[in-house]
């Protein structure tokens, strides 16, 4: 579906906004859901190698109050892959939020990041005159643990294919296993937008040329991105929440409790059994990011 297109009861709109890149202009793909008149704005941004529709159960339960916008970061989901794959960085992610939040025409902005998205979110709050005025962290940190980043390396980018939605659904629980438990129809509803038809096989929604940037990170260029990740976080002035998944391989203990003497110095809000990243989907979980964001 795209704009104009009629949209069944229950689901997002399909909309596409024009943004820059070095070689020249690619689409990003966002999912709209509530009142697209409503001038209060919640976006949701997604995991490195996730996309929008992850957001569909918190979305559902905040149109009433927001419009929510779900975007597939470039070279995900919906949205055009890159020519370039060195592209695929947080400067080029950043640059298209901009262009997305100048379309969606807001004066203010809450924003819902996990993992990559958090980063997103994080770049754009510590910006002078940032739009987004409240913020959600959830389980990423300025600081990462190595080994959570080599295990989404050691996936991430694989040439992988499967014959049916339930194969797919099982191989994607084995690298998921930190989103915590879900009851199967819940991994399905996760899962189908994750995959996308070729001829007789199915495979992942997105470009594999995301992993190439990743992998070319040397210790030093961690160090220095780090460095330049705790200085945007210290200029963040915003309300913001701080989601972990107790058991996280990504976010830290000792980060999440740095995080809060610095820059916003959100709450922290730990999830117990789950690791990285808490979905949203529980409703334990969602009440907790609608008790933030509605709260005065």
């Not at 297109?5 to 793909?29: F, I, M, N, Y």
């Not at 979110?121 to 940190?141: E, F, K, Q, W």
């Not at 203990?253 to 995080?259: I, N, Y």
């Not at 110095?265 to 409703?283: D, M, S, Y």
Request: hydrophobic share 45%; net charge neutral.
């Amino acid at each position: 579906m795209t704009a104009g297109a009629s949209t069944p009861a229950g689901e997002p709109r399909l909309r596409r906004v024009q943004c820059l890149d070095a070689r020249g202009l690619h689409r990003l793909a966002y999912w709209e859901w509530g009142d697209p008149a409503n001038r209060r704005v919640l976006v949701c941004a997604h995991g490195v190698s996730r996309q929008g529709r992850d957001f569909d159960v918190l979305a559902r339960a905040m149109q009433g109050e927001f419009r929510v916008v779900c975007p597939d970061v470039v070279g995900r989901g919906e949205s055009d892959r890159l020519a370039d794959p060195a592209g695929y960085v947080l400067p080029t992610y950043l640059a298209d939020m901009v262009t997305l939040l100048a379309r969606l025409d807001a004066d203010s902005v809450a924003w819902l990041g996990t993992s990559m998205g958090g980063l997103i979110g994080m770049g754009l709050a510590s910006l002078p005159g940032s739009p987004i005025g409240r913020l959600v962290v959830n389980d990423i940190g300025p600081s990462f643990d190595a080994a959570g980043i080599a295990r989404i390396g050691s996936y991430l980018g694989m040439p992988i294919d499967w014959a049916s939605e339930d194969e797919a659904a099982d191989y994607l629980l084995t690298i998921s296993q930190g989103f915590g438990p879900h009851s199967r129809e819940e991994w399905l509803a996760l899962t189908r937008p994750m995959l996308r038809r070729k001829g007789e096989r199915l495979h992942l929604h997105y470009d594999p040329a995301i992993a190439l940037p990743m992998r070319a990170i040397t210790p030093e260029i961690a160090t220095a991105g780090q460095a330049a990740l705790w200085a945007a976080y210290d200029a963040i002035r915003c309300p913001t929440l701080l989601l972990r998944g107790a058991a996280s391989d990504i976010l830290a203990r000792a980060t999440a409790e740095e995080m809060t003497r610095r820059g916003p110095k959100p709450r922290l809000h730990e999830f117990a059994g789950i690791g990285h990243a808490p979905t949203l989907v529980a409703p334990g979980q969602v009440a907790v990011v609608r008790e933030f964001l509605l709260s005065p």
